[in-house]
């Protein structure tokens, strides 16, 4: 049985006391994460290797009984070591071809995703945690939690504090209950389309609210910074970026559920856009000039949450013994789905296709998905010839259709 992870988030009864406690630890974490980056930031731009765990290790020892830095004793050592592994590990998924939207790590501030992770010495009674120099916490609890309990992280968001309590659970996966499958394309005029004909719109209310959001920035750029005024409009923009987000993950959500109940294996394209985004890094052994350049990736593609659908998908389909496959995209938008002719003339514009040799008129992104699931389903991972050689042989066994070479 596949074990999987899971996080549970509740919303701590603090008082002030543990509130003081929890702040001067977030701070802790803080600083440390952000002296360890700006070491390591000066060794990539003096081109030396970076320093991993156990050498951080041995300099927050160091730290620790210094006179200067002597305050991060009072921190749980658990808490902190933590946040050293979790640098290493930004840096190592950062260099990973594989996870071409890992960014360099960032520099924390004050309230802006800073949180802290005890990864053991807690306890969960009903509805009460405890964390190591802390104590008892009390939290609201809307569900029962199940599974082993691995950590919990603790982060405040808006002056209310978190907990994020992450389980592992066994889960079985079976074989899925359908044997359909389906292709899908991320649309060129549309969030994305299937090759059963579906096409999902984009976010629209994700469209409303980023304007609200960008004029609330604005009146937040013309307040005196630090002023009541100024924190109140802060709050309100903290706010609504946090609702953007949530709309967003809302819908990504719902279609992911969705597609993943009905279909056991789902093909998409393959974007092919690892290599393009891990050269400007380089490698581990060997940082590239700039390292903290971001990514050539096309930015539409990541606003619209077509790698987060993903990556839902991805667990989704796992978890109900389904598969998502990335197939090679070449050709999928230019080529016919019905007689397989391949040519840039038969996308007369972005929304529809129409081929030029048997006529075949559909939604330009339709089209693409029913290649993509045709790609898929011949099973070969570099499959644009070979499948556009099938599909030209039964397109020839049709009377009156010619294809021609590409
Ligand atoms: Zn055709």
Request: proline residues 2%.
């Amino acid at each position: 049985m596949p074990k999987i992870r899971k996080a549970y988030k509740v919303q701590l009864k603090t008082n002030k006391e543990s509130e003081v406690l929890l702040t001067r630890f977030c701070g802790s974490g803080r600083f440390l994460w952000n002296k360890s980056l700006a070491m390591n930031l000066e060794r990539l731009n003096n081109r030396q290797p970076i320093l991993w765990y156990n050498e951080l290790a041995f300099w927050l020892t160091l730290w620790k009984r210094s006179e200067e830095y002597g305050f991060l004793k009072e921190c749980p050592s658990q808490v902190l070591q933590q946040k050293l592994q979790d640098l290493e590990r930004a840096f190592r998924d950062c260099f990973d071809k594989n996870q071409p939207l890992k960014r360099m790590p960032v520099f924390k501030k004050k309230g802006s995703g800073d949180g802290i992770r005890f990864p053991q010495g807690f306890k969960i009674d009903n509805r009460r945690i405890f964390l190591p120099k802390i104590g008892w916490i009390g939290f609201h609890k809307s569900r029962e939690i199940a599974g082993t309990i691995r950590n919990i992280t603790i982060t405040n968001r808006n002056g209310k504090w978190y907990a994020s309590i992450q389980v592992e659970q066994m889960i079985e996966t079976g074989k899925h209950v359908s044997d359909s499958e389906i292709g899908i394309d991320a649309g060129v005029t549309c969030f994305a389309a299937f090759s059963d004909g579906t096409v999902v719109e984009g976010i629209h209310s994700y469209r409303k609210h980023e304007d609200l959001l960008a004029r609330e920035q604005r009146k937040l750029s013309r307040k005196k910074k630090g002023s009541e005024n100024w924190k109140k409009q802060k709050r309100k923009v903290s706010t609504l970026h946090h609702t953007i987000a949530n709309v967003r993950q809302d819908f990504l959500h719902k279609l992911s559920t969705g597609i993943s109940k009905n279909h056991a294996k789902v093909y998409v394209e393959g974007l092919q856009i690892r290599n393009m985004s891990a050269s400007a890094r380089g490698s581990i052994e060997e940082p590239g000039r700039h390292v903290k350049a971001k990514s050539g990736l096309n930015k539409s593609i990541l606003d619209q949450g077509w790698f987060e659908f993903q990556r839902q998908l991805d667990y989704k389909l796992f978890w109900r013994g389904g598969m998502l496959v990335e197939v090679n995209p070449r050709h999928t938008s230019q080529r016919c789905s019905c007689c397989g002719h391949t040519a840039k003339e038969n996308r007369a514009s972005q929304a529809v296709f129409k081929c030029m040799v048997c006529g075949h008129q559909e939604h330009a992104d339709v089209n693409a998905a029913k290649n993509v699931l045709t790609v898929g389903q011949t099973g070969m991972a570099c499959a644009a010839n070979h499948i556009s050689d099938r599909q030209q042989e039964s397109a020839e066994n049709r009377e009156g259709v010619l294809p021609i070479a590409s």
